[in-house]
């Protein structure tokens, strides 16, 4: 089941139009809004995630950039943040580490949305025994 949650996230990622990289520090944070709908029910029960086309997910990898500049192997890290609406309103956001071992390690976080809302994702990235990496970016939302 896992391994499904991770071919939806990797197989999308690609396509995604709104993709947040950031490297710092000899990490690269890869960071993606996505509905909740692409995730299957059953996928979605294991995890605690509700499926709605109200509520988008936040996928955050922490990777290890190599010497040869290449970004592999996820690192734990404590994640945290809030979004805000264009009204003001913000949602702490709570993430939840999926570790699926052999080094693939993510964190998902659910947020309400509505159609076309463009909110703001502010994130703190404390990889292990490293400093926090603080991220901040916009993204509109469309929901399916």
């Not at 890869?30 to 996928?43: A, D, G, K, N």
């Not at 076309?116 to 916009?138: G, W």
């Amino acid at each position: 089941m896992k391994i499904i949650i991770a071919a939806l996230l990797f197989c999308w990622f690609p396509l995604a139009q709104a993709a947040e990289i950031v490297r710092e520090q000899g990490f690269e944070v890869q960071i993606q809004p996505f509905p909740s709908t692409f995730l299957t029910q059953e996928v979605a029960s294991l995890h605690g995630f509700e499926r709605s086309r109200r509520q988008a997910l936040i996928n955050v990898v922490v990777l290890n950039v190599q010497p040869d500049g290449q970004a592999r192997g996820a690192v734990p890290a404590e994640v945290t943040g809030f979004s805000k609406n264009l009204l003001g309103q913000t949602q702490t956001l709570s993430f939840k580490e999926v570790d699926e071992g052999e080094g693939a390690i993510y964190y998902l976080a659910p947020v309400r949305v509505s159609s076309e809302e463009e909110i703001q994702i502010a994130l703190e990235i404390l990889p292990e025994n490293a400093q926090a990496i603080d991220i901040k970016f916009k993204h509109r939302v469309y929901v399916d």
